[in-house]
C-alpha cells in the first residue's frame, strides 16, 4: 500500500509569527522606508528658507513633522521585530494580517484597532 502523501511543510517561522521570508522582505521594506524618510528629513533641514514664503514654511513645518513621525514608527517597528513582537496588535493583542504589514509595514495596530486620525 502506498504512503500517503504528507502535508505540504509550513514555511519557518520566527517568534513574531511570521514566516522568515516575510520577515525578511518586511524588514528590508521597513529599512528602505526608514533611508527614504532619514534622506526626506535631512533634505528639509538644509532646505534654504530664505527663498521661501511663510506658507512654505508652514508647509515644510507639517511636511517634517509628517517625515518625523512616520520614522519614529518605523524605528518603532523595527524594534519591535527584533524584540519578536512586531506584526501584533497593541491595542487587542492578536496577529495583524501578513498583507496588511506589507501594505504599511510600520503599522502598530490592526485594522479594527488602528486608531482614527482627526
Given at each position: 500500500?502506498?504512503a500517503?502523501?504528507?502535508a505540504?511543510?509550513?514555511?519557518?517561522?520566527d517568534?513574531?509569527?511570521?514566516?522568515a521570508?516575510?520577515?525578511?522582505?518586511?524588514?528590508?521594506?521597513l529599512?528602505?522606508a526608514?533611508?527614504?524618510?532619514?534622506?526626506q528629513?535631512?533634505?528639509?533641514?538644509?532646505?534654504d528658507?530664505?527663498?521661501?514664503s511663510?506658507?512654505?514654511?508652514?508647509?515644510?513645518?507639517?511636511?517634517?513633522?509628517?517625515v518625523?513621525?512616520e520614522?519614529?514608527?518605523?524605528?518603532?517597528?523595527?524594534?519591535?521585530?527584533?524584540?519578536g513582537?512586531y506584526?501584533?496588535c497593541?491595542?487587542?493583542?492578536?496577529?495583524?494580517?501578513?498583507?496588511?504589514?506589507?501594505?504599511?509595514?510600520?503599522?502598530r495596530f490592526?485594522?479594527?484597532?488602528q486608531?482614527?486620525?482627526?
Amino acid at each position: 500500500m502506498p504512503a500517503s502523501p504528507s502535508a505540504p511543510a509550513r514555511p519557518p517561522t520566527d517568534p513574531d509569527g511570521l514566516s522568515a521570508v516575510d520577515r525578511a522582505q518586511l524588514y528590508d521594506l521597513l529599512s528602505h522606508a526608514r533611508n527614504v524618510r532619514l534622506d526626506q528629513s535631512e533634505a528639509l533641514a538644509i532646505r534654504d528658507t530664505d527663498l521661501g514664503s511663510a506658507v512654505l514654511d508652514e508647509l515644510d513645518h507639517g511636511i517634517a513633522a509628517h517625515v518625523s513621525r512616520e520614522l519614529a514608527e518605523i524605528e518603532i517597528a523595527l524594534l519591535r521585530m527584533s524584540l519578536g513582537t512586531y506584526g501584533t496588535c497593541e491595542r487587542c493583542g492578536e496577529r495583524i494580517p501578513v498583507a496588511r504589514l506589507y501594505d504599511r509595514p510600520h503599522t502598530r495596530f490592526c485594522a479594527p484597532c488602528q486608531p482614527r486620525r482627526r
